[in-house]
């Protein structure tokens, strides 16, 4: 029989999918476009992630997908059922487990919701995984055995921190301040410094080529366009790393503040776990640089940045699927 184990990372910012044996096979922005009048869907992924803010009236792109969270039911089940079918193409001749991951606070609800739309989109069985223990295992960190991991997933929608031992989460924290918040941190920092009206797309852009979330050695600059609010016609103004720094504080000293109260929470024994391997970052977020830095020199605790952090939470999810396997197969 032919059938697949998918894991799926259920971004606010881009969906991965991994299938067992394969690892990660597709990531695309999880960005709908569909037309009003006849509510059909004109494009997913990469394609729909181009045209925001670039639509006629009549079509619209979206993303279904919320701080983490389901915001348009509909719509995120038939982009999942497209995304497992680009995956894994036609020749299911058995309907695949899939094992999706969502952020360590949601609701009941929520939860139910993301199992449903997984069932629709053509699952046999959905298993629910926490995003944190998702990015630990994905990070090549044991996650069963007895000793205190700190992990800090920073993704698209939420930032979820977890301290994890025996394969179960001790402490966890989600907040819903991510790479989404930067974009808008940025966003705003430029209409108020610059009278410069900047897209989410040109935000996005500054913050991976010259985003930083603590001073850097040498400074770096980039040109950006966008629509001056007094004259109303294009402009080009310059942006260096300090000014990026200076917009993002406030998003990163929270989640700096929310990585101490989640370590004034944690067991003492698994504190000097912590100490000792320090804390690992996961998630896109991660990238932005000088995060690592920031975090470590507010908490003295060394702090790194997981390999390909970006995939980190798919490949985990993925991994969970086959350890639910090796459970079932054992039995």
Aim: net charge negative; charged share 25%.
């Amino acid at each position: 029989m032919l059938t697949t184990d998918i894991g799926i990372d259920l971004g606010t910012a881009s969906i991965l999918v991994y299938i067992r044996g394969k690892g990660v096979v597709l990531k695309e922005p999880s960005v709908v476009a569909f037309d009003r009048d006849t509510n059909k869907i004109k494009a997913i992924g990469e394609e729909a992630r181009l045209m925001i803010g670039r639509t006629p009236g009549n079509i619209v792109a979206v993303r279904p997908l919320r701080q983490g969270v389901i915001s348009d039911y509909k719509v995120t089940e038939k982009m999942l059922k497209y995304f497992i079918q680009k995956a894994v193409g036609k020749r299911m001749f058995k309907k695949p487990r899939i094992s999706v991951c969502v952020p360590s606070g949601v609701t009941e609800v929520e939860r139910r919701a993301v199992e449903d739309a997984a069932m629709q989109a053509g699952a046999r069985e959905v298993a629910i995984i926490e995003e944190p223990i998702a990015a630990a295992i994905g990070a090549g960190i044991d996650i069963t055995r007895p000793c205190g991991n700190m992990i800090v997933d920073i993704g698209g929608g939420t930032t979820d921190i977890a301290v994890i031992s025996l394969g179960g989460t001790v402490v966890s924290t989600s907040i819903k301040i991510a790479g989404d918040d930067f974009d808008e941190a940025i966003v705003r920092y430029m209409r108020k410094k610059h009278n410069l009206l900047i897209g989410e797309r040109t935000a996005e852009d500054i913050k991976i080529t010259v985003g930083c979330a603590y001073p850097a050695p040498e400074v770096r600059k980039m040109q950006v366009k966008g629509r001056n609010l007094v004259t109303g016609l294009p402009k080009t103004v310059e942006v260096t790393t300090e000014e990026t720094e200076e917009a993002l504080r406030e998003a990163t000293s929270q989640i700096v503040e929310t990585v101490h109260s989640v370590l004034e929470k944690t067991p003492p024994e698994l504190s000097s776990d912590i100490a000792d391997r320090g804390i690992v970052l996961t998630g896109g977020g991660a990238l932005l640089n000088g995060l690592d830095k920031l975090i470590e020199s507010n908490t003295g605790i060394t702090t790194v940045v997981a390999e390909d952090p970006m995939t980190c939470v798919a490949t985990g999810t993925g991994k969970f699927i086959e350890f639910l396997a090796g459970e079932t197969d054992d039995k």
